[in-house]
């Protein structure tokens, strides 16, 4: 079995590979640290199974899933993650992956998911079973997944202030938050929506009817821009 795995930290990439080494005949072929290296690599190596994390930088892993299953549809995506809420989860699934497994789980859960999805089964974490019963993970279902709906409400709070022009410092004055913290969600945010810029941000809003109606334009502080 030919493996790839796609985490950006050392180690959990590392303990990846010594339980998949030790419990099962594979080669780790790659390993990336970015949701467009884990692009890249997939498709270039073309292995049976890839771990992916969900929250890679760059592009998400459900970026990359879709990504992976439009050009190289043969491999298995494993998402491997810390967050088990439905809204994760079932975006995974929706653009691809045959599995879900949290990183909780123990060794032989990961391991039992990599010879699942190898075999070409669907599998998620003995956590989130209860999970298979809803609609959207039925295999014909092909309801999209608005990645709106994987913000958090603070990180929701962050998209509606940037909309409506204000700065990080505008926005943490009035969610009574640091600038870091405030610039902490929004890189989260934009990881989440697939993007970069404030210009990628305005017209996903745009695009999603997301935009509000301005009838008065914000007034800028000269001192704190």
Known sequence: MRIVLADDHTMVRQ????????????????????????????????????LVDLMLPEATGIAVTRHVKATTPHVAILIVSMYGDLGYV????????????????????????????AAGRRILSSHLEGYWHMPSFRPNNTIPIDPYDLL???????????????????????LCLSVRTVEAYRASMLRKLGLRTQTDLICFAVRTGRMPVVTNPPIHDERIE
Not at 37 to 49: G, K, N, R, W, Y
Not at 99 to 104: C, I, M, P, R, T
Not at 155 to 174: C, L
Request: hydrophobic share 45%; proline share 1%.
């Open 152 to 174: 958090t409400s603070r990180e929701r709070d962050v998209f509606a202030g940037a909309m409506q022009g204000n700065t990080s410092v505008q926005i943490a004055a009035h």
């Open 15 to 50: 303990g990846f590979r010594a339980i998949l080494e030790h419990h099962l005949v594979c080669t780790i072929i790659g390993e990336a640290t970015t949701g467009t290296e884990a692009m890249t690599s997939i498709t270039h190596l073309q292995p049976d199974v890839a």
């Open 90 to 117: 079932d975006a995974a699934m929706q653009a691809g992956a045959s599995g879900y497994v949290l990183k909780e789980a123990d060794a032989m859960e990961l391991v039992t998911a990599v010879q699942a999805v």
